[in-house]
């Protein structure tokens, strides 16, 4: 979290801090400490996937792969390589999600869900 904050407030109390991923929030990070500051989206040095309507939409804050990169990918080849590639990336070391990822988390889920989500409406816009 710290890693992606524009600024640290002085005196940042130690606290925990939660993620909050719904699209129609624009708080980021909350304690249940409510004396303690939230941080919203725009006090993050980068976008918020989860919470992005417009391009560049990130789904990999590693290596950078956008929403509209596994689209176009798909469109063009009817499939994606996308989470194979990060595999091979993180087998090899280059992963930081930790502190790259405004959740924390490993990306590969939400990868992983895009692909399905764009396959699936792929498939829909063929019937």
């Known amino acids: ?15 925990q801090y939660y993620f909050c991923d719904s699209s129609e929030c624009e708080v980021v990070y909350f304690p249940l400490d409510t004396q303690a500051p939230l941080f919203r989206r725009g006090d993050l040095m980068v976008r918020v996937g989860s919470k992005e309507t417009e ?7 590693c ?7 596994i689209e176009e990918e798909i469109a063009e080849t009817g499939r ?19 502190v790259k990822n ?3 988390k490993c990306c590969l889920g939400d990868v992983t869900r ?11 816009s063929k019937e």
């Open 80 to 98: 994606s390589t996308v989470a194979d590639r990060i595999k091979t990336e993180v087998n090899a070391g280059n992963c930081s999600c930790e």
């Open 63 to 69: 290596f950078g792969f956008t929403r509209k990169e």
């Open 102 to 104: 405004p959740s924390g």
């Open 114 to 124: 895009t692909v399905r989500d764009r396959l699936r409406q792929k498939g829909e």
């Open 1 to 15: 979290m710290k890693s992606l904050l524009r600024r640290l407030p002085l005196g940042m109390p130690n606290t």
């Open 55 to 61: 391009e560049p939409i990130p789904v990999c804050y």
